[in-house]
């Protein structure tokens, strides 16, 4: 089975405090998203990733930003964490071209900033 | 640009057919997908449409225009577990984009 991993399944931090959440997956998936997902606003694209140290931003990428060194591993950075950030946090991975799954999710981690 | 529309709850009781519309707009149109998500877990792949018409998939069918920019997922014979939200998404240049989900609620 296709595995995304996201490192933390709830997470609490301070404001202004950096926080890092860790995706990696081990299907060899070319594309790579970071999503936040809040009531009534559905999922919402904060940074993507078609190859290795290639990062472009989505529709939110605010207070936010990415790493990827490596095909399997996917990071998202808050660099001051601030209470508006709470939210769930879903990475997801999928093949380059014709894809006929669409993404595979991670389990998501949920941020609590306080 | 890009945007998703579907209701935002909807109920029926067990045994029952309920019908979740989808309609969408997005440039570089590749195909459209549904997913489920029950509470506190992550979206899983239900089905997907890149050509007109009706794939069906056991007690899930889902349906595809994509001259009207539409769609519906289907769901029969509901039963207590189908209460979740499902997700409409549209992929365009190799992005999807979300709409907020629609709660279904099934009751006894």
């Known amino acids: 089975d296709v595995k995304v991993t996201q490192s933390s399944r709830y997470l609490v931090k301070r404001t202004g405090e950096k926080v890092f959440l860790e995706c990696v997956q081990d299907m060899d998936h070319e594309n790579m998203f970071w999503y936040r997902q809040d009531p009534g606003l559905g999922l919402r694209l904060i940074y993507f990733s078609y190859d290795v140290k290639m990062k472009e931003k989505g529709d939110i990428p605010e207070g936010y930003s990415v790493s990827r060194e490596k095909k399997e591993r996917f990071s998202l950075i808050l660099e001051s964490a601030s209470t508006n950030q709470t939210s769930m946090y879903l990475c997801?991975?999928?093949?380059?071209?014709?894809?006929?799954?669409?993404?595979?999710f991670g389990s998501g981690t949920r941020l609590t900033v306080v | 640009g890009q945007n998703i529309d579907q209701p935002t709850e909807m109920t029926a009781t067990e045994g029952a057919i309920v019908q979740i519309n989808c309609t969408y707009q997005?440039?570089?149109?590749?195909?459209l997908f549904w997913y489920q998500q029950h509470a506190g877990e992550a979206p899983t792949f239900l089905s997907y449409?890149?050509?007109?018409g009706l794939e069906e998939k056991g007690r899930f069918s889902s349906f595809l225009s994509r001259s009207k920019g539409y769609s519906y997922l289907l769901l029969k014979e509901l039963q207590m577990k189908d209460s979740a939200s499902y997700l409409c998404a549209s992929e365009g240049w190799g992005k999807f984009q979300f709409g907020a989900g629609t709660q279904v609620v099934v009751t006894p």
């Open positions: 449409n890149v050509l007109d």
């Open positions: 997801a991975s999928s093949v380059q071209g014709a894809n006929n799954y669409g993404y595979t």
């Open positions: 997005t440039s570089g149109f590749n195909g």
